[in-house]
């Protein structure tokens, strides 16, 4: 075999190689996982028109029937968390949804965007949710993409109906592996504790 021969099957091995990781790592981003990419971000469309849904894609677009949390906080509204799991990139996520269970409507309070000023371009957000580790004595913050939008669902209406439902999910630094429960703290709601899987 002449070493031209050679360099040429070498390079046809090495391109079906690459082309076969690339197949590979297309479906498994394009898994339906609602709309994380493979560096940590998420993505949001928005619905800017304030009614009862006021959703955000993400994460939390597919909610289990069952919460594992369920804390009652002001005006009659209820917040469930659905799960809050660790990622492979070190990341946790934690979904659920907020309902107005209460007779009348209910407008989202600037506080649930949290104090950070850099994040005040992106409107209302869940960026004031935080995670208490008290075993390990942290608190974790919602997560930043390049641009500082937080990850998080974010952009969604200023007014819940009463009855209606907002979906929401945030991405935090997944705590140490000994730590398998911490406490969710969110504006206008008491402390919820939710193990981790």
């Not at 804390?71 to 917040?79: N, P, R």
């Not at 979904?95 to 649930?112: A, C, D, L, R």
């Not at 974010?154 to 000994?178: E, H, K, M, N, R």
């Amino acid at each position: 075999m002449s070493m031209r021969h050679m360099r040429t099957m070498r390079r046809a091995r090495a391109a079906a190689v690459l082309s076969a990781a690339l197949i590979f790592s297309l479906s498994a981003c394009g898994g339906g996982d609602g709309g994380t990419k493979g560096n940590g971000a998420a993505t949001s469309s928005a619905k800017k028109d304030g009614d009862d849904k006021g959703t955000a894609a993400g994460p939390a677009a597919s909610t289990p029937s069952e919460p594992i949390a369920v804390v009652k906080g002001d005006a009659g509204l209820e917040l469930s968390v659905f799960s809050a799991r660790r990622d492979e990139g070190g990341f946790l996520t934690v979904e659920g949804q907020i309902k107005n269970t209460g007779s009348e409507g209910f407008t989202v309070p600037v506080q649930w965007n949290g104090l950070e000023q850099s994040v005040a371009s992106t409107g209302r957000s869940f960026a004031g949710m935080t995670l208490v580790d008290s075993k390990g004595k942290k608190r974790y913050y919602v997560l930043r993409d390049t641009d500082n939008r937080p990850l998080t669902t974010y952009a969604y209406g200023s007014f819940i109906q009463a009855g209606g439902t907002l979906s929401y999910f945030a991405q935090f630094p997944a705590p140490p592996v000994s730590t398998t429960t911490v406490a969710l703290q969110f504006p206008g709601f008491p402390s919820a504790s939710i193990e981790l899987s």
